[in-house]
């Protein structure tokens, strides 16, 4: 441990120390002094002591129990049974809390000179972007539109070789690029999240009876119920056919595996690879790997939070964490030792912050150590 990473560690006992009323008089003197050393320090301070932000972390804590005093701290709630112990319940989850974030949150107010992170740069997170690809190759950048609601018609007619008409139904390709996200509106109100390197064909409208898309990469479905037109989530692995619901569809071609995760409502999963059917009810994923495709529960939050603010995983390699981190930060990222690839890591990172920040906390839980040239990150 560096001496730098000792020093936030102290800050940190001080705190706690604080917020559980055994800091001593020289510890607070100390505290204080730390606090009015400069801006950044004091605006950390005063944020640990919001119960908003103590609240959330505290959510986040709960579904995942990344470290092991949460045990501690349910077994405390568990035994509270009057109303006099709440407020030594919520200095403890602050306690808590403060251990868990603290350090990552540090490095993001504080401006550190570590050198195991090279700053020669500063890597932004993705932003709202998206290319729409009208039905005639038409480009254009809808960046800067929050949602996008189609409200052209969607189907043309024509005369075939026998002078038949021929009615076709007309598309657009929503585009998003590494470093992107976007949230798309459909004509019939259901709404989407896409995730980077991701993108979907709709008709211009649905048609009386018929609500279907292509798509691949990452999605967010918050479809509206309509019982006389099924949706159907088309993929180049198999279709998900659903009357009203939220669900995940991730099929990235570069990844070993995609998967569906339900999170409200049914739909039915269909396996083109081998004709399999499978119902998923809440919390059930599908999950296709190679030519095998399992349902298993899951909790939804790991494979949903990513259209928020978070990154969530739950002891997922090191090569798995990487990608997506790639494709958010549009970065080129480079393992001089393939052992790393096979490192676990389980926590949350967070999704707009800073490349910077987000190595540091990885690299704080794991041996994984990063460096930084111009637009590459070499993993040792």
């Given at each position: 441990m560096t001496e730098q990473d000792k020093h936030i560690t102290h800050i940190a006992d001080l705190i706690i120390a604080e917020l559980t009323g055994k800091i001593d008089d020289a510890g607070r003197n100390e505290l204080e002094n730390w606090k009015h050393e400069t801006p950044e320090h004091l605006r950390l301070y005063n944020l640990y002591q919001s119960p908003d932000f103590i609240a959330r972390k505290f959510e986040f804590i709960k579904e995942y129990s990344a470290i092991e005093?949460?045990?501690?701290?349910?077994?405390?709630?568990?035994?509270?049974?009057?109303r006099k112990r709440t407020l030594a319940l919520y200095r403890y989850v602050a306690a808590v809390v403060l251990l868990f974030v603290l350090s990552g949150s540090f490095y993001f107010f504080h401006d550190t000179k570590d050198e195991s992170i090279a700053f020669v740069q500063k890597i932004q997170p993705g932003s709202c972007k998206a290319i729409l690809t009208e039905p005639d190759g038409t480009k254009i950048d809808i960046s800067d539109t929050t949602f996008l609601a189609f409200v052209q018609k969607?189907?043309?007619?024509?005369?075939?070789?026998?002078?038949?008409?021929?009615?076709?139904?007309?598309?657009h390709t929503i585009t998003i690029p590494r470093g992107g996200e976007y949230d798309l509106l459909l004509s019939d109100g259901s709404r989407l999240r896409m995730n980077s390197e991701s993108e979907i064909r709709v008709p211009v409208t649905f048609e009386k009876g018929q609500r279907e898309v292509f798509m691949k990469g990452e999605i967010y479905f918050d479809i509206v119920r309509d019982s006389l037109a099924p949706f159907v989530v088309h993929t180049h692995q198999g279709d998900i056919r659903v009357l009203g619901t939220s669900f995940n569809v991730s099929i990235y071609e570069d990844e070993g595996s995609c998967h569906a995760t339900?999170?409200?409502?049914?739909?039915?999963?269909?396996?083109?690879?081998?004709?399999?059917?499978?119902?998923?009810?809440?919390?059930?994923?599908?999950l296709l790997q190679g030519k095998e495709m399992t349902v298993?529960?899951?909790?939804?939050?790991?494979?949903?939070?990513?259209?928020?603010?978070?990154?969530?995983?739950?002891?997922?390699?090191?090569?798995?964490?990487?990608?997506?981190?790639?494709?958010?930060?549009?970065?080129?990222?480079?393992?001089?030792?393939?052992?790393?690839?096979?490192?676990?890591?389980?926590?949350?990172?967070?999704k707009y912050a800073d490349i910077c920040q987000v190595l540091k906390m990885i690299e704080m839980t794991t041996d994984v150590k990063f460096e930084i040239k111009e637009n590459t990150i070499i993993i040792r």
């Open positions: 005093a949460y045990q501690e701290f349910t077994g405390r709630v568990k035994q509270a049974k009057h969607s189907v043309m007619s024509r005369k075939n070789e026998e002078e038949k008409e021929v009615v076709e139904t007309l598309y339900l999170v409200e409502g049914r739909v039915e999963v269909n396996d083109k690879v081998n004709g399999e059917k499978v119902v998923l009810t809440p919390g059930k994923q599908a298993r529960e899951v909790n939804t939050k790991l494979y949903t939070l990513w259209r928020l603010d978070r990154f969530t995983f739950a002891s997922e390699d090191m090569e798995g964490v990487i990608r997506k981190l790639s494709r958010w930060y549009n970065v080129e990222f480079f393992f001089s030792n393939p052992s790393m690839k096979q490192k676990r890591f389980t926590g949350s990172l967070p």
